[in-house]
């Protein structure tokens, strides 16, 4: 009897971002729309809303804010593809580094780019999750960084 050589499973790239980088794109986008053109009754007014689309920029300032959501869900997109091609623990580890830079990029909440890197950082964590069965130490940190981020650009989105 001899011994069949050892076959390694491939991962196929997909050439569109997941469903998890996509949410947080949708979210980030929301977020920036929302902090750009609503008023909520945190600027207006207590019970005030409304939405000023000429006063914040118009049509430049939404094309530019769309761009930055557009550029990082392509760029988040590519990372988590190239990251669920490799071995699991690998991925935990981009998955948190994701989830650091999207806490990092709060600073610039208004470009929708943390929610998106959040997002992607948590599709990492469930993908770690569905190949070994268990989430690491490494991937829940990333998965509870990535929730805390995407709350943090939705509520500075509405109280900002």
Known sequence: MT?????RPTTARRSSPDASTTA??????????VGTYVETPSRAGPGEW?????????WTSLAVLIAFVAVAL????LATARARAVPPEHTARRALV??????????????????VLAGGAAGLAFDV????????ATALV????AVLTAAAAVWLAFAS
């Open 3 to 7: 011994a069949s050589p050892a076959i």
């Open 24 to 33: 947080g794109a949708a979210v980030g986008l929301g977020c920036t729309l």
């Open 50 to 58: 409304g939405v000023d689309f000429t006063g914040n920029g118009g």
């Open 74 to 77: 392509v760029l988040v997109g």
């Open 98 to 115: 994701l989830a650091v830079l999207g806490a990092a990029t709060v600073l610039v909440f208004w470009t929708g780019v943390p929610a």
């Open 129 to 136: 999750h569905r190949r070994l069965g268990r989430l690491p």
């Open 142 to 145: 990333a998965l509870v960084v």
